[in-house]
């Protein structure tokens, strides 16, 4: 198919959809609340449905609601291997991994596409350094394996220089768990601003986390609030309009982001205001 494509100028406005990286944080959280509690404006992906589904395996059912994913606990089966279908989604593989190993019962973990091939060796090392039993199937594929826990406090080395998700699905978990842990990153941590984002959606949970020079502490057992919570809408949605804006000459007005929220694509603003783009922000109620 051949396209043409014209120049022009770009003006509008626009409200950004919601945020993915949030919408999967805020589900995490609202199920290790343990009671009934609302996502509300998640973002619908198949990412995030694939984090939803596999919260049914860890004790939790979702409801689907246009603008509100309702998490409610919900008896387990006892008299079988739970499985976890992460589909292709490397989030959801990272984070119900850490919550899976709070688990007392065997809990199975799959994937579709190139998932089995992602690389988990270092969650897995730090799982087990905690005491959890990790058994993949096929000992060069992270995916099939079985989590068997649970995990207990402690000391642990985390590589924070290829991907933080791992960092990050530690912090959502350890909080559950009795005693203080320890996080010593090795390696520069990349991604810091998802991080930040994952502290950010435990405190508005009532969770601490308490940063260290070179890692975090986390005590626990941390009782999470069955708060609502709203979903930051995405600035990495925006960016393009931004830029497009930027280098025709246009103006293009977004709506609805909450600069409180941590998110890397934020930053573009300060890099196109250095630039020379003229810029204003507009503090009014996110929407």
């Known amino acids: 198919m051949i396209r043409t494509v014209n120049p022009g100028v770009a003006r509008g406005r626009l409200s950004p959809p919601p945020s993915k990286s949030y919408t999967h944080r805020a589900l995490v959280a609202a199920h290790l609340s343990g009671r009934s509690a609302s996502v509300l404006r998640p973002l619908d992906s198949n990412d995030t449905r694939a984090t939803a589904r596999g919260l049914a395996a860890l004790g939790s059912r979702v409801r689907f609601a246009a603008d509100r994913w309702q998490i409610r606990p919900a008896p387990m089966a006892t008299d079988r291997l739970r499985t976890i279908d992460c589909g292709e989604s490397g989030t959801t593989l990272r984070f119900l991994t850490a919550l899976a190993a709070l688990s007392d019962r065997p809990i199975r973990i799959t994937g579709r596409g190139r998932l089995p091939a992602r690389p988990m060796s270092d969650l897995y090392d730090a799982l087990r350094t905690l005491g959890a039993r990790i058994s993949p199937e096929h000992g060069d594929r992270a995916l099939p394996c079985t989590i068997h826990g649970p995990i207990s406090a402690g000391r642990i080395d985390v590589r924070s220089d290829e991907t933080s998700q791992y960092l990050s699905a530690l912090l959502m978990a350890l909080p559950r768990v009795e005693g203080r842990s320890e ?10 601003t998802y991080v930040q984002a994952t502290c950010a959606v435990l405190h508005a949970y009532g969770v601490r986390i308490v940063g260290r020079p070179r890692g ?16 930051p809408r995405d600035a990495s949605s925006a960016a393009y309009f931004w830029a497009a804006a930027a280098l025709t000459g246009g103006g293009v007005t977004v709506t609805g982001l909450d600069r409180r929220w941590p998110q890397a694509d934020l930053a573009l603003l300060d890099i196109l205001r250095r630039m020379g783009a003229p810029f204003a922000a507009v503090d009014s109620p996110p929407k």
């Open 183 to 192: 996080i010593r990153l090795q390696g520069s941590l990349v991604s810091r």
């Open 216 to 231: 975090y502490r986390v005590d626990g057992p941390q009782t999470f609030r069955a708060t609502p919570f709203t979903v």
